[in-house]
């Protein structure tokens, strides 16, 4: 059987995509597994260190603000479909699944014109515009919030899977956190921030913590910061500040840390759900859906993580993390809080649910 994957733009997407590929190859290790994406995202990097195969395509987010290169950008996408279309119909593809973002249309669209099974994975607590694009026509939705049901119209809701959001299978492997501490050079008895923005990097988050590393240092608190891909910063940090562009062993750093800060994508919530981690989120700002602002107050209002706005980060977020990194008792109640959000089999239950709906066991 053959599955193509629309997925990626940023880890947030790819990386539940990629554990749902995992899992389809535990089932069966003769499935074939295509990812397609844009070579100079992180998806075309990643894919193929997975072992899976990458069609690149070459598309861009449209916005008719932008004149003509709104034209070329909606010409790529239509390139992007034909494309797809072809490769659906040259290697018999089974099924397409889709993590949502402009990257999951031409895929989607692609499977709608070929009638083969579309299976569709919001991330977030409410859709986004190309999940919401592709409900109509899709065989499935598999959501990461028990809520997100919600924000679907009720016909369909006979098409909505609660499952979580699934992890890459590097978290099924637990380390002790003072192990954790020592193996990346961090002191196991002063608190430890992990802190970081995505895989692309937070501009707001990186300058909070370049104009307060000095006052977390005095105060003996280390820090893991990871600034994003691209984003070099060249600053001379005390010995318990280490910068870091882009972390792939992200099980470690989250067992190693005490307190988390970061943006509030769905797949951090789901690491830090099941690594049982007390967090500060601080949702992206520019989100088109105010998605990262749901997920984030979702959370909040559960006492499961603590919320701040963007706008607020120079004059609220330092005390904040003092106040909280030292309160042993708070630590406590949002880790016990978060991890009722961990779902650790969602990558399993994706895809015994996509071969079920694809009738896999007959065809066997």
Same mark, same amino acid.
């Given at each position: 059987?053959?599955?193509?994957?629309?997925?990626g733009?940023?880890? *947030?997407h790819?990386?539940?995509?990629?554990?749902?590929?995992?899992?389809?190859?535990?089932?069966?290790?003769? @499935?074939?597994?295509?990812?397609?994406?844009?070579?100079?995202?992180?998806?075309?990097?990643?894919?193929?260190?997975?072992?899976?195969?990458?069609?690149?395509?070459?598309?861009?987010?449209?916005?008719?603000?932008?004149g003509f290169?709104?034209i070329k950008?909606?010409?790529?996408? !239509?390139?992007a479909?034909?494309k797809?279309?072809?490769?659906? $119909?040259?290697?018999?593809?089974?099924?397409?699944?889709?993590g949502?973002?402009?990257?999951?249309?031409?895929?989607g669209?692609?499977?709608i014109?070929?009638k083969?099974?579309?299976?569709?994975?919001?991330?977030n607590?409410?859709?986004?515009?190309?999940?919401?694009?592709?409900?109509?026509r899709?065989?499935?939705?598999?959501?990461?919030?028990?809520?997100?049901?919600?924000?679907?119209? =009720?016909?369909f809701?006979?098409?909505? !899977?609660?499952a *979580?959001?699934?992890?890459?299978?590097? @978290?099924?492997? $637990?380390i002790?956190?003072?192990?954790?501490?020592?193996?990346?050079?961090?002191?196991?008895v002063?608190?430890?921030?992990?802190?970081?923005?995505?895989?692309?990097?937070?501009?707001?988050?990186?300058?909070?913590?370049?104009?307060?590393?000095?006052?977390?240092?005095?105060?003996?608190?280390?820090?893991?910061?990871?600034? *994003?891909?691209?984003?070099n910063?060249?600053?001379?940090?005390?010995? *318990?500040?280490?910068? !870091?562009?882009?972390?792939? =062993?992200?099980?470690?750093? !989250?067992a190693?840390?005490?307190?988390?800060?970061?943006?509030?994508?769905a797949?951090?919530?789901?690491?830090?759900?099941i690594?049982?981690?007390?967090s500060?989120?601080?949702?992206y700002?520019s989100?088109s859906?105010?998605?990262?602002?749901?997920?984030?107050?979702?959370?909040?209002?559960?006492?499961?993580?603590?919320?701040?706005?963007?706008?607020?980060?120079?004059?609220?977020? @330092?005390?904040?993390?003092?106040?909280?990194?030292? =309160?042993?008792?708070?630590?406590?109640e949002?880790?016990?809080?978060?991890?009722? @959000?961990?779902?650790?089999?969602?990558?399993?239950?994706?895809?015994?649910?996509?071969?079920?709906?694809?009738?896999y066991?007959?065809r066997?």
């Amino acid at each position: 059987m053959h599955f193509l994957f629309g997925a990626g733009g940023t880890g *947030g997407h790819l990386y539940p995509a990629l554990a749902v590929a995992e899992a389809l190859r535990k089932i069966d290790k003769n @499935f074939k597994i295509t990812f397609t994406g844009r070579l100079d995202k992180i998806e075309g990097v990643k894919v193929k260190e997975f072992g899976f195969d990458f069609l690149p395509i070459d598309i861009r987010p449209i916005s008719f603000s932008q004149g003509f290169s709104a034209i070329k950008n909606l010409v790529r996408f !239509y390139s992007a479909i034909r494309k797809i279309t072809k490769f659906i $119909k040259t290697n018999n593809c089974n099924a397409v699944i889709v993590g949502g973002a402009y990257i999951s249309i031409p895929p989607g669209i692609s499977a709608i014109r070929n009638k083969i099974p579309l299976f569709l994975m919001e991330s977030n607590v409410n859709p986004g515009k190309a999940i919401s694009l592709l409900t109509a026509r899709s065989k499935a939705i598999f959501t990461s919030f028990q809520n997100s049901y919600e924000y679907f119209p =009720d016909k369909f809701q006979n098409k909505i !899977y609660f499952a *979580g959001n699934p992890l890459r299978s590097s @978290f099924d492997n $637990k380390i002790n956190q003072n192990d954790a501490k020592i193996k990346l050079g961090f002191s196991p008895v002063e608190p430890l921030i992990l802190v970081f923005g995505g895989s692309l990097g937070a501009e707001s988050i990186n300058n909070f913590i370049t104009n307060n590393y000095e006052k977390f240092a005095e105060k003996s608190i280390n820090i893991a910061w990871q600034t *994003g891909l691209g984003k070099n910063l060249s600053i001379n940090l005390p010995s *318990g500040i280490k910068i !870091y562009s882009f972390i792939d =062993d992200m099980a470690s750093f !989250y067992a190693a840390a005490d307190l988390v800060i970061s943006r509030s994508g769905a797949s951090t919530i789901s690491e830090l759900s099941i690594c049982k981690k007390p967090s500060i989120l601080i949702p992206y700002p520019s989100a088109s859906n105010n998605e990262q602002l749901r997920n984030a107050e979702t959370l909040e209002k559960k006492n499961a993580a603590i919320c701040v706005l963007d706008k607020d980060i120079h004059s609220n977020l @330092f005390n904040i993390v003092i106040n909280t990194i030292f =309160d042993t008792n708070k630590l406590l109640e949002l880790s016990e809080n978060i991890s009722q @959000f961990a779902m650790p089999g969602a990558a399993q239950i994706i895809a015994n649910k996509i071969l079920e709906n694809i009738n896999y066991e007959s065809r066997k």
